[in-house]
């Protein structure tokens, strides 16, 4: 039987052969591999008790949002065929935890602007820096390092912004997704439509703004058959289920009724349901190579070999260098660096215990002085369904980062109570939180998420050459290192390559696709 092999059982893992599983006819087999012995990667919810409560706390992405891009429009998809609807739980636009996020400042949480009416009511000592950069941007001129294919965040916001609006904004918005240092990530691959602008505009960044949406409608014409199609699909599908779309709508993001985790769990009960599909899980690889036949050939740690005709890598950069040993050599594989999270859920006894609702607060580096912490996310106020009724507020510190192994050393060895303990601190002198919580539990999620350093375009352009000169042609990637590290991009990314790039009516010739072309395009500096 002809066969695809996936490697990895995260959350692109899973979407990848959800997605072949959709175009495969039964005579063509699918085997997942995942070397540890449970699936869904860092989508984890787990269970616990405590004060005679049984609650859910996340250990790793918490809540999707909607809208009508690819990557949401993707997910919702995804949960719509998995039929999931009735778990979905939603924050509406109008609640607190859509309307209010804060920055924790000056020893103090300042509200983000939401819209013009902050302009009416003052801005919070945070943000006053902004319009001062804005106005610095349109009056400064053009001082763009062309002879440079990228810089970092940090520099490029400072030479356009000033310097304060990194350290009080943008800081803690990327210690917020990517648990990273705004003066080593790439201003090309995290903000490329404000960084070309930049580079295309003769009067400032703002003004350069107008140029990149030529330039991205020229770039999606290319695409428009598939936008087209995939529209008129989306059109159809919201005629049936309409209240699940209407309530979708009306909300700026989601959950599951019993946490994130319930989406991995349901991709991998359905794709076990299936017979062309083996899920091997606890075995992982340790060794690929050609075989004698021209086939893929994956070595499993007990010894068995799995041939295929294509091999879909989702793994990790770091288990990618383990797995190809030696050969295994490019600048993406040998200068990416992954950040390490601690996860602390803290729950407390009662509801409505914190001095402010929203979705929590994150911490820029002009604070960093005054906090170990990342930011909390208040989970009960975001989707307080999650709660079932009870008398309890579950809250959510995020640790290290950047700055892990300066505040808590190695994460294979940091104590657990030292990362609770530093915690609840944090709790008590950023939102005043004293009485003593009925649960406090910490994870360290050891590098979790990669990240996009400075010349992380020219490095994928690496990548890209090293993979296609794998396993005679018959190996792709997908995942958190390419595309974006966030859930909708991982499972846009899986499914793109799925339905766009495989020659899935030809699996005997070697594909020849890296899965990195179309992300490589987007990133392109038009001449």
Not at 38 to 52: N, P
Not at 413 to 430: C, F, G, H, S
Not at 470 to 478: F, P, T, Y
Not at 516 to 524: K, S
Request: aromatic letters at 6%; proline letters at 5%; charged letters at 20%.
């Amino acid at each position: 039987m002809p066969t695809i092999t996936i490697l990895g059982g995260g959350i692109t893992g899973l979407s990848t052969a959800w997605y072949l599983a959709q175009r495969l006819p039964p005579t063509v087999g699918v085997k997942l591999i995942e070397g540890s012995s449970r699936l869904g990667g860092w989508m984890r919810t787990d269970k616990r008790r405590a004060g005679g409560v049984e609650f859910i706390v996340e250990k790793g992405p918490r809540t999707l949002r909607t809208g009508s891009s690819r990557e949401a429009t993707a997910v919702l998809e995804l949960v719509d065929d998995l039929e999931l609807r009735s778990e979905v739980i939603t924050a509406p636009r109008t609640s607190a935890a859509a309307r209010n996020r804060y920055i924790y400042y000056n020893g103090e949480l300042n509200c983000m602007p939401t819209g013009l009416g902050s302009l009416i009511t003052g801005l919070p000592p945070a943000v006053k820096c902004l319009p001062r950069g804005v106005w610095r941007d349109l009056t400064t001129a053009k001082n763009t390092p062309m002879e440079s294919s990228d810089e970092s965040i940090h520099d490029f916001i400072s030479r356009r912004f000033g310097e304060q609006v990194d350290d009080n904004l943008a800081s803690a918005v990327m210690h917020g997704i990517y648990a990273s240092d705004t003066r080593s990530l790439s201003a090309r691959a995290l903000l490329f439509p404000f960084w070309l602008a930049d580079r295309l505009g003769n009067k400032g960044m703002l003004r350069g703004l107008n140029r990149v949406a030529k330039v991205s409608r020229a770039r999606q014409a290319q695409f428009a058959k598939r936008e087209k199609l995939e529209k008129l699909a989306l059109s159809n599908r919201r005629t049936q289920n309409t209240g699940f779309w209407e309530t979708i709508d009306d909300s700026s993001m989601y959950s599951f009724r019993h946490g994130i985790q319930t989406l991995s769990d349901r991709l991998a009960r359905t794709l076990r349901s299936r017979e062309n599909i083996e899920i091997v899980a606890g075995q992982p690889a340790t060794a690929a190579r050609v075989g004698s036949d021209g086939c893929a050939e994956i070595v499993l740690a007990n010894g068995r070999v799995i041939s295929s005709q294509h091999v879909i890598n989702t793994l990790p950069l770091h288990r990618v260098q383990e797995l190809f040993g030696s050969s295994a050599s490019n600048t993406l594989l040998d200068e990416t660096p992954y950040a390490s999270v601690a996860v602390v859920n803290v729950a407390f006894g009662r509801k409505n215990i914190t001095p402010v609702d929203g979705f929590g607060y994150l911490v820029p580096r002009a604070s960093a002085a005054d906090s170990k912490a990342l930011g909390t996310v208040f989970d009960s106020c975001a989707l307080p369904d999650q709660d079932g009724g009870a008398d309890i507020t579950r809250l959510t510190v995020m640790l290290g980062g950047p700055r892990f192994n300066e505040l808590f050393g190695s994460p294979a060895t940091v104590p657990k109570a030292m990362l609770e303990d530093v915690a609840l601190e944090a709790l008590r002198n950023q939102l005043g939180l004293r009485s003593s919580p009925i649960d406090v539990d910490a994870t360290v999620n050891a590098s979790c998420i990669p990240s996009y350093t400075v010349g992380y375009i020219d490095r994928l352009k690496a990548m890209q050459s090293w993979v296609q000169a794998q396993l005679g042609g018959r190996m792709s990637v997908v995942g958190a290192a390419y595309g974006g590290p966030a859930v909708p991009q991982c499972i846009i990314h899986a499914r793109d390559h799925v339905n766009c790039h495989l020659n899935l009516n030809d699996l005997d010739r070697p594909q020849n696709v890296s899965g990195l072309q179309e992300i490589i395009d987007g990133f392109e500096i038009p001449r």
